[in-house]
């Protein structure tokens, strides 16, 4: 009967500004409002990879994850988030799953004086899903991280918003593995359209790139990760957005591990207080 009532009153609660101004990968100046929380459900998919040194990957990476954002007050926004990860083998039916790990964050606007936003984001990973160097190291790879941006968003109109992303991802070392995973420096650069207020368009430049080559045991020589990604963001109803997108490789470190980043998911914001 509790779990009922919760859900009616989730159901009906008064609409929130569930507008979709995140991104698809990188993060932007905007966060949810003070008294928001955002549930939502995220899958990501790493296909076609070529191998390395000419040897073809036995297996397609998919990752599948529920978040949680919650609007402290007006310009403090804190996250987490739980995963798991699924493994198909190529001509297989049947598939493996594993743990992933679990995140958790905070992002603070520093800055908001339109058209402009400075925040910063901190992110820990915590390695709850088993050591693994055939995921790339952004996936759940079983390490501990911790992610340092700084973010800038300006909105030259209405309608277009420009978003950039710098920042460093300290990667750890295997929990059952003899490694330690090389650090990454990290950008992002973005535009999004807004032909309506439920509606945006974006296209986004996505890099990583490592202080070694030999970002894992099984990746020896993939330094740069470098993805373009094109998405769309849509509020259907009031509170509920959906989302999908898909990271291209653009160079041949990234396409040796995949050539398409796969993105979809829903979130559903309201108030709580």
Known sequence: MRKLIVAVILLFAAPASAEPYRLIQARSGRQAHGGNLELGLRYQGLIDGEGG????????????????????????????????????????????????????????QLIREYPHILATYIGFTFPT???????????????????????????????????????????????????????????????????????????????????????????????SILELTPGLRIEITPRWVFEGGAGIALNDDTRAMYKVHVLAGVTYEFPIY
């Open 53 to 108: 040194d000419g040897e073809p990957i036995p297996d397609n990476f998919h990752q599948i994850a529920g978040t949680l954002r919650w609007g402290v007050f007006d310009r403090l926004e804190l996250e987490a988030e739980a995963s798991m990860i699924v493994w198909h083998r190529i001509g297989d039916p049947h598939a493996d799953v594993d743990p992933g790990d679990i995140k958790l964050g905070g992002q603070v």
């Open 129 to 223: 899903a088993p050591s693994n160097p055939a995921l790339p190291p952004q996936f759940a790879d079983g390490t501990f991280d911790v992610e340092a941006l700084l973010i800038y968003e300006v909105d030259p109109s209405r309608f277009v918003r420009l978003i950039f992303n710098v920042g460093w991802e300290f990667l750890g070392k295997y929990k059952d593995i003899d490694f330690d995973v090389p650090d990454a420096f990290r950008y992002d650069a973005a535009i999004a359209l807004h032909p309506t207020s439920r509606l945006q368009f974006s296209l986004e430049l996505n890099g990583r790139y490592h202080t070694d080559r030999v970002i894992t045991p099984v990746w020896i020589n993939n330094q």
